[in-house]
């Protein structure tokens, strides 16, 4: 059956009577058909009410009737009055025109974008669409003059309710196929569709004033102007310009505008990769030009005296306060380094921190590249974490500067949808794309974008469709690989000389004035070359007064007391041991409160759970708020942790630590979904934003870091000597040997510390729940910041001699770097033959093996030694500690392979202070695994006698 006859059956006979039997169903219960008819209904709207009012009549008062039967392709005309009985059943040929004419309207908003006329290169001219040609639906080219009814509320876009058919093609060609081209049509929330039809199908009908326009042109002027100057004063050299999408300029500059004055917005915070950053920090962030220059000629972004590696320019943010209409707004552009998107997570967590802080309104808004958008992976998992409660920011706008390349990579290999941008619709966000060459058409959509992000709190996606007039740096040939692209590129002008022609035929602006304002601009430009020969960085401005209270590296950096009184811990540890009356708690989770109780009463056996619990409660005390996330970290992988009970009957969830007295800070404590990239950025961007807060990341094993390495290597350990970000962030990573197999036995403690240095960052493997509870809480009582990588135990959580008094969490007590022989056997150190020096879970098994073989071993001559602080390196007080025996061999005992662990880091630092002391042993002997590639072996029978053997080796025990 042709479409045509398909399409006027549907409307005929029985089944135009089910048709209008549902749709007075709809009328009284729009929730009583099924949900695609209800959709269809709503689309046609008031035009079906031709259905039933030219079938019945008023509603009081039936009619008789003059009707046109469909027949497949033939109508029929009766003249026999019609009760509305008989005649409910029937459909109107102006009816059928109506519902024919809304399906092609939708079609057009599901399927326009497809025809819209998008490059400003017009390399590519799109095939009209078969979706929306009108024979699909029935109509030929006889029809275009028809008078068709559409409702006032069904398409916006038209001035009235009757229209020949061409005008309705040529609205909706004009709305949805020209410079914008809008994808929303599948979003789930019909609010949100409804919202953004009457919008969109209104936009055409919104015109700028002259203002608004001369506006656009100044910032085109001061885009382009940059760009020209840049490619002038510095021939090859790498500034990965915006050279053909500076439309991006005037786009952010409208988003602020509208976000400041229609949403009183207090800051927006934005993440970037290199190209065209250097535009965006002078032209909207606002960089002095001359600070920007000064950077070009070989000077350093920051004071003279303050330590660390810099960045290249275009890696560079920066911060700054600006008026807005009459309205201040802080803007922000995060420091990234070249790796594409990775940002992103960390502008969402410092969002988060600010709205968490103030509970105002802070925007997050990510520019991203084409390319990157659809082949990094990171986004997906920003976009996928957007609605969820620990992560969501309110809605984030996103901005894609098109470049229709990627690098060298054509679209057609570079994505497998329709469009770059495809993968924003995990988020169910609208996606709206844009011809770059058309600035108005920019401008009103990143106004629309605003509002939306406002309305819904949703992201929104804004396609910057552009090119790029360059290669991808300035010294790079890009015919080589795109002849065709750059043929068309060196024949068009720029954005700024068409926008000013355009004005100039408007009569808005004439072309002497929009010449005399480029050149006022070269001129300040020239100004501020000239001045960066003589400028100097006297202060970082674009670090917040939170920071400036810290101190750098090489300034006064000082520990302070992480002791708490013995009330306080009392005070605690009531909370962790009662709930709220009323509360169903699990029976065994009863048990346990009880025996937090009775550590409590006892003054003893604080397990690890316990100690950390202590810290967290104590910072509250004091003000400072905790957040934490991870997967399963409410819970805990290992079902340690409980900070979050669930009632047994609701399911409602009561955090203990948030209830410990009314004036106390709070514990956010989230599990994260199934990311470790996205969401370890995320915290990372979070402690970056709010020095005050305890951030903690905590992974399901400590070797799924490996998932978010691009965040240890580049921001974490880097982010102070490059950028002179510092960051409290903690990472629990669940690290031993305890026969599970390779991906749940290592943390890559190596990795970890072949980042150090500078002390950049702490990296700790700990043994007693006290010294992991001073660990955490030096994080916010000193006056300095720095990340801490903790190698977390499995085994040790509830192992019983990893248990730490309650004496060691109070009075005078700290954290302790290194830990000497603790058993009283060992007293006369002189008379010690061996000492084992170790770190982590590994202690306890020599100190149990020592203990089993006190007959066959002289267990006063072995001691043990435990390095709880892998790096900044304890030296002095291991130096101190080896001292004391002057006579013993040493050795260092690890569970890792030779090649992994902390055996490569540690024995050239302990063979120099061994040969400062001028031991007797000069050098340090190795016990552990042979190296292999696999961290550990898969079976238990392997595991258990490797493990038997290292520990033996390092207690000198030779076997029969």
């Not at 706008?397 to 679209?411: K, R």
């Not at 709206?432 to 990143?446: Q, R, T």
């Not at 569970?895 to 000069?922: C, Q, T, Y």
Request: hydrophobic share 40%.
């Amino acid at each position: 059956m042709a479409m045509k006859d398909h399409i006027a059956s549907v409307f005929s006979g029985s089944n135009s009577a089910y048709l209008a039997d549902l749709y007075a169903q709809w009328v009284e219960d729009p929730h009583s058909v099924d949900p695609s008819f209800s959709e269809l209904f709503v689309a046609m709207d008031d035009a079906q009410h031709i259905i039933t009012k030219d079938a019945r009549g008023a509603s009081w008062s039936p009619r008789p009737l003059t009707e046109v039967e469909i027949e497949g392709d033939e109508a029929v005309n009766t003249d026999a009055p019609k009760t509305e009985k008989s005649i409910k059943g029937q459909i109107t040929q102006a009816a059928y025109d109506s519902i024919r004419a809304i399906q092609l309207i939708n079609a057009y908003r599901v399927f326009g974008h497809q025809y819209a006329q998008l490059d400003p290169l017009q390399l590519e001219q799109r095939p009209l669409v078969v979706e929306l040609d009108p024979q699909r639906y029935g109509f030929t080219a006889q029809d275009m003059n028809r008078l068709i009814f559409i409702g006032k509320n069904a398409a916006p876009f038209l001035s009235k309710e009757i229209h020949p058919l061409r005008e309705i093609i040529a609205g909706l060609q004009k709305v949805y196929c020209r410079s914008i081209a809008w994808e929303y049509m599948y979003l789930q929330d019909n609010e949100q569709r409804q919202w953004l039809k009457q919008k969109i199908e209104k936009l055409g009908s919104v015109t700028l004033v002259s203002d608004d326009k001369k506006r656009i042109l100044q910032q085109l002027t001061e885009a382009v102007g940059f760009e020209a100057f840049c490619q002038k004063r510095y021939v090859g050299v790498k500034r990965f310009g915006l050279d053909g999408g500076e439309v991006t300029i005037p786009a952010l500059h409208a988003l602020i505008r509208q976000a400041v004055t229609q949403y009183d917005v207090k800051s927006i915070a934005m993440g970037m990769a290199h190209r065209g950053r250097l535009n965006v920090l002078t032209n909207v962030i606002g960089k002095p030009f001359v600070a920007l220059f000064h950077e070009f000629s070989g000077g350093s972004y920051k004071p003279d005296g303050i330590p660390g590696a810099a960045d290249v320019k275009y890696h560079l943010g920066y911060r700054k306060k600006v008026e807005v209409a009459g309205k201040e707004v802080e803007l922000s552009l995060a420091f990234n380094p070249s790796h594409l998107e990775a940002v992103g997570a960390v502008v969402e967590g410092q969002v988060r921190a600010e709205q968490d802080r103030d509970h105002q309104k802070h925007l997050a808004v990510l520019l991203h590249g084409d390319a990157a958008f659809a082949g990094q992976g990171v986004v997906y998992e920003i976009l996928a974490m957007s609605q969820l409660p620990g992560y969501e920011t309110g809605g984030t706008i996103h901005v894609v500067t098109n470049n229709q390349i990627g690098f060298t990579t054509q679209p057609d290999v570079a994505f497998s949808g329709y469009y770059g941008t495809d993968v924003g619709k995990v988020a169910r966000a609208p996606i709206i794309h844009v011809n770059g060459d058309d600035p108005e058409a920019v401008v009103k959509v990143m106004q629309l974008a605003v509002d939306f992000q406002a309305q819904f709190a949703t992201d929104v996606i804004i396609d910057l469709v552009c090119y790029r007039r360059n290669g991808h740096n300035e010294s790079d040939e890009p015919a080589f690989t795109q002849p065709l692209m750059y043929q068309a590129i060196r024949k068009r002008e720029t954005i700024y000389k068409i926008y000013a022609d355009k004005l100039a035929r408007e009569g808005i602006l004439v072309t002497s004035e929009s010449e005399k304002n480029w050149n006022l601009f070269q001129e300040y430009l020239q100004s501020s070359y000239k001045a960066s020969e003589d400028y100097r960085v006297n202060e970082m401005q674009w670090v917040t007064s939170e920071w400036r209270e810290m101190k750098w590296r090489g300034q006064d950096r000082q520990e302070t007391p992480t002791a708490i009184s013995e009330e306080i811990a009392q005070t605690i540890g009531k909370a962790l041991s009662s709930y709220a009356e009323g509360f169903e708690c699990h029976p065994k989770l009863i048990r346990q409160l009880e025996a937090k109780a009775q550590m409590f009463a006892s003054k003893g056996g604080i397990d690890w759970a316990t100690g950390e619990a202590l810290a967290f409660g104590s910072l509250l005390i004091e003000g400072h708020p905790v957040r934490m996330t991870g997967q399963d970290c409410q819970r805990g992988t290992f079902s340690h942790r409980n900070a979050v009970l669930f009632d047994q009957i609701t399911q409602q969830p009561y955090i203990l630590l948030n209830h410990i007295q009314p004036e106390q800070a709070k514990l956010d404590i989230y599990n994260s979904f199934l990311s470790e990239f996205a969401v370890l950025g995320f915290e990372y961007g979070y402690s970056c934003t709010n020095p005050n807060t305890l951030v903690l990341w905590e992974a399901q094993f400590g070797d799924f870091a490996n998932g978010a390495q691009i965040i240890i290597d580049q921001f974490i350990s880097a982010g102070e000597s490059k950028w002179l970000q510092m960051s409290g962030l903690v990472l629990l990573l669940p690290h031993s040997q305890e026969g599970q197999g390779a991906e749940h036995s290592s943390a890559r403690l190596e990795r970890f510390l072949q980042l150090c240095g500078d002390d950049n960052m702490q990296v700790c493997n700990i043994t007693t729940p006290a010294n992991y509870f001073h660990a955490l809480r030096r994080q916010m009582k000193r006056n300095y910041r720095q990340p801490l990588v903790i190698m977390s135990p499995k085994s040790l959580l509830r192992h019983k001699l990893a248990q730490s008094p309650l004496s060691a969490f109070t009075d005078n007590t700290c954290f302790m770097p290194v830990i000497n022989e603790v058993d009283p056997v060992v007293s006369d150190k002189s008379k010690v033959k061996r000492v084992v020096l170790c770190s982590g879970k590994v202690y306890y098994d020599l100190w149990m093996r020592r203990l089993d073989m006190r007959c066959e071993l002289q267990f006063e001559q072995v001691a043990l030694v435990r390095i709880e602080q892998l790096y900044p390196f304890p030296e002095r007080e291991l130096s101190d500690i080896l001292s004391q025996y002057p006579n013993a061999e040493i050795v260092w005992c690890q569970e890792e392979p030779e090649n992994m662990g902390a055996w490569n880091f540690v024995d050239r630092k302990i063979e120099k202070i061994l040969r400062i002391l001028n031991h007797k042993s000069p050098c340090v002997q190795y016990t552990g695994r042979l190296p292999a590639a696999s961290p550990a072996t898969g079976l238990s029978s392997v595991y258990k006698t490797e493990q038997e053997t290292l520990i033996d080796e390092a207690l000198g025990h030779k076997k029969a």
